[in-house]
């Protein structure tokens, strides 16, 4: 129908811009590694200290956004062989996109342990 291939075009972008998101805010996750690591490194435990104390929650978070991540390509790679997609029903992609929205904003979703990553 006209509606499936309005959301479809709508989704497609909106999947990409979700997935750019998701890494990006895994990257600012890793940076506060980084960042602590750094400071210890220049006499300053406080701050690895405070780390490793929000650590597990924001590891949990990492990895639930590396999941979803690792979900969408998975299952693409596994569905569309070849990185080009075969002929597929539009209703059967609406429902692989709805899919895909749903893990990834799971994993977009920001935890209070993160909100200043």
Not at 37 to 47: I, M, N, Q, Y
Not at 83 to 100: E, Y
């Amino acid at each position: 129908t006209a509606d499936t291939q309005a959301y479809l075009e709508r989704a497609r972008g909106g999947l990409g811009a979700s997935i750019l998101a998701v890494c990006g805010r895994a990257r600012r996750s890793l940076s506060v590694y980084d960042e602590a690591f750094a400071s210890l490194v220049d006499g300053e435990p406080a701050a690895f200290r405070d780390f490793l104390l929000s650590a597990p929650a924001m590891f949990t978070e990492l990895g639930e956004r590396l999941g979803a991540v690792s979900h969408v390509v998975s299952y693409w790679n596994y569905r569309f062989p070849g990185g080009r997609p075969p002929p597929t029903p539009a209703d059967d992609l609406k429902d692989i996109f709805q899919d895909f929205e749903t893990r990834l904003g799971v994993a977009a979703r920001e935890t209070p342990a993160l909100r200043a990553a």
